[in-house]
């Protein structure tokens, strides 16, 4: 068996930076949507990416007749359409905010850059994700995850509107109140809850 070539290699180091910086994957991975092998699932989706472009890796240095003989790689939409599946099927998570596509638009980037000879990309992804390490993912409402909301330059940031609106669904109250009153609300919408006979 021979071993990888250095593109194959420099591009999963790449990958498992990536993933460690998607937000909805991080908070997947730290809930243990996926269960107890959550982490493990994370290292198994970088490799089922790394491997749809196995076959396109160039063995040697990249040169522009070999990459004309390389095929056509994988494009973000087909990268999207992994992520949203795996996501679903091994974390039970459904994805409406784009954060996918950022994350495959940024895959087919760095299969370019490490095509080229560049590191670029794979050196500030992990950095980083370093400094990410051990951090509890927080969800915050109205911002954009994927590389927008990790500090990954993107240039089309202003024509998006993919706010992460939070439907909360409304509490149903009995139509009859013991005693007769009024609920008690507290100063910041609170209703009091009493035990029977103590209001």
């Not at 670029?120 to 994700?129: C, I, S």
């Not at 993912?137 to 993107?154: A, F, Q, W, Y």
């Not at 439907?167 to 008690?184: A, F, I, K, N, T």
Request: with cysteine.
């Amino acid at each position: 068996m021979s071993s990888p070539s250095p593109v194959a290699v420099l591009f999963a180091r790449g990958i498992l930076a990536r993933l460690a910086l998607w937000p909805a994957l991080r908070i997947a991975v730290h809930n243990l949507w996926g269960g107890p092998e959550s982490a493990e699932k994370q290292r198994w989706l970088a490799g089922v990416i790394v491997n749809q472009y196995e076959d396109h890796t160039p063995h040697t240095a990249p040169s522009t007749s070999q990459s004309q003989l390389l095929g056509t790689v994988p494009d973000a939409f087909y990268i999207e359409e992994i992520l949203l599946q795996i996501m679903f099927d091994e974390f039970e998570v459904t994805l409406e905010d784009n954060s996918a596509y950022d994350v495959a638009r940024d895959v087919v980037r760095l299969w370019e850059d490490v095509c080229g000879g560049r590191d670029t990309l794979v050196k500030e992804w992990e950095g980083q994700a370093e400094r990410i390490k051990g951090n509890v993912p927080r969800v915050e409402e109205g911002t954009r995850s994927g590389s927008d909301s990790e500090g990954i330059d993107d240039d089309d940031e202003e024509d998006s509107d993919d706010d992460m609106s939070v439907d909360v669904p409304r509490l149903l109250g009995h139509s009859r109140h013991r005693h007769g009153g009024q609920p008690e609300v507290d100063g910041e919408g609170f209703t009091t809850v009493c035990r029977k006979g103590r209001r």
